[in-house]
């Protein structure tokens, strides 16, 4: 007797993957044109890519032609899925190589002032984000949604910050040399680490009771993934990179990077911590035990910088609805949320700056470039659209903050920046990195 084996699973349709060719096609040549606009009036590429997002999506296309967005955009889950799933991979590898490029020796040296300055940047604006969850009118707060945890929850998407937006643009200002950039970064990991954990905790509440058991085993695993990375990982990872390394061309040793930066992300994932943690300690494991040559990664850094990131962000933006601000109250709300929300971040890290030593101007930088929510703000309201804690105003509302914000950082870092003086550590960092851009651009010189 023969056992019936399962029917083969169909392929994507025909029409669904024709919709999914015109999407990304379409977000990506925007994406790359609206990138390099904002880049001509000195604002990073990031700025214009997610407006892409708010342009095609809801706010604007959905309004004016909804017969034409409803065709390009189908209200489908599976499709919005397909972008979904490229997006993610493309900030994840934008993440890993951004932690590859971390200087960990100046971060061990400046750790104190790293968390110094994330924890002021957690404190402040968790804590003024639940005061205003407690005073807001009661008509923003969706029925049956329990006021406290409508609170908690409105504190964590005021206090996290947004690693891909901030790297993103780092990279685009050429800051990601400066010790200002690396700090930023080490903070903003630390910021979001525990962010991401209060985000787990709050939405636990939010369905079921939860036990200081369930905080306890989170942190445990946010223990063991950093203990796992020190003792067991490094050796993985360079006995992988040197195996990769026996071959003829980058290509095995491109493919093995991209394989453990995913792998990273799906184990940190499926422990309840947030992906981009894995790929980013990876993306540091990479780096420092790996020791890959530059030119070695050149065409990854070329793809994910030129395709994967633009059409990230600009997906990014697709669920953005910037119509409900139209409502006096709710853009009333909206402004003082967004206002406490930068002046609660600026605030604590500046503080934490300063309290660790830092001058005024590292401490304005550090205040600007942690400002800046983004996606991930767009992530975690998405979240409490989900699980019924946000309305749709309120939503909307911390979607303005993560808009916002990001447009702030770049004038105020450019003008900190200029008034710090580069050491000559900054400027050893500079010429390994210029050997990332140079030898992306000779690749992609090859390639075309």
């Not at 932690?99 to 790293?114: E, P, S, T």
């Not at 946010?222 to 003829?248: H, W, Y």
């Not at 499926?270 to 050149?298: M, N, R, S, W």
Request: aromatic share 6%.
């Amino acid at each position: 007797m023969f056992l019936s084996l399962p029917a083969p699973i169909a392929p994507i349709a025909a029409h669904s993957l024709l919709i999914f060719l015109l999407q990304a096609g379409l977000l990506l040549l925007l994406a790359v044109v609206f990138g390099r606009l904002a880049a001509r009036f000195g604002m990073p590429a990031v700025v214009g890519e997610l407006f892409v997002g708010v342009l095609l999506g809801p706010s604007l296309l959905a309004w004016a032609l909804p017969g034409l967005h409803g065709r390009l955009f189908p209200a489908v889950a599976e499709q919005y899925h397909l972008l979904d799933a490229v997006g993610q991979i493309g900030v994840l590898l934008l993440v890993g190589l951004t932690g590859m490029q971390l200087d960990m020796r100046m971060v061990r040296r400046r750790f104190g002032a790293a968390a110094g300055v994330g924890f002021g940047g957690l404190i402040i604006p968790l804590g003024l984000g639940i005061g205003a969850g407690f005073v807001l009118p009661r008509m923003l707060i969706p029925d049956g949604t329990d006021v406290t945890v409508f609170a908690l929850f409105l504190g964590v998407a005021m206090c996290v910050s947004a690693i891909p937006v901030i790297a993103k643009t780092l990279i685009d200002m050429n800051l990601l040399h400066r010790n200002v950039g690396q700090l930023t970064l080490a903070a903003g990991m630390i910021d979001d680490v525990f962010g991401w954990l209060l985000l787990s905790v709050v939405s636990a509440m939010a369905v079921q009771a939860v036990t200081a058991g369930t905080v306890l085993v989170s942190l445990a695993c946010l223990i063991a993934i950093v203990v796992f990375a020190l003792t067991l990982g490094r050796p993985l990872v360079r006995g992988a990179l040197r195996v990769a390394g026996r071959s003829d061309g980058p290509w095995a040793t491109v493919g093995v990077v991209v394989a453990l930066l995913l792998l990273a992300s799906a184990g940190t994932h499926a422990l309840g911590l947030e992906a981009l943690f894995g790929a980013f300690i990876c993306g540091i494991l990479i780096g420092t035990a790996g020791k890959v040559d530059p030119a070695v990664l050149a065409p990854l850094r070329t793809v994910v910088l030129s395709v994967f990131a633009p059409l990230f962000f600009a997906t990014a933006g697709l669920r953005m609805d910037l119509t409900a601000l139209i409502r006096p109250e709710v853009l009333l709300t909206g402004l003082a949320v967004l206002a406490l929300a930068i002046i609660g971040k600026f605030t604590g890290v500046y503080a934490g700056a300063r309290i660790s030593g830092l001058n005024k101007w590292e401490g304005l930088a550090l205040g600007a470039g942690l400002n800046a929510r983004g996606v991930i703000g767009i992530m975690v309201a998405t979240v409490g659209l989900r699980l019924g804690i946000l309305g749709v105003e309120i939503y909307t509302i911390v979607i303005l903050v993560a808009i916002v914000t990001p447009l702030m950082a770049p004038p105020i870092l450019r003008f900190a920046v200029k008034r710090l003086e580069q050491t000559a550590e900054e400027q050893v960092r500079e010429t390994e990195q210029q050997a990332w851009s140079t030898h992306s651009a000779v690749q992609k010189e090859q390639f075309l």
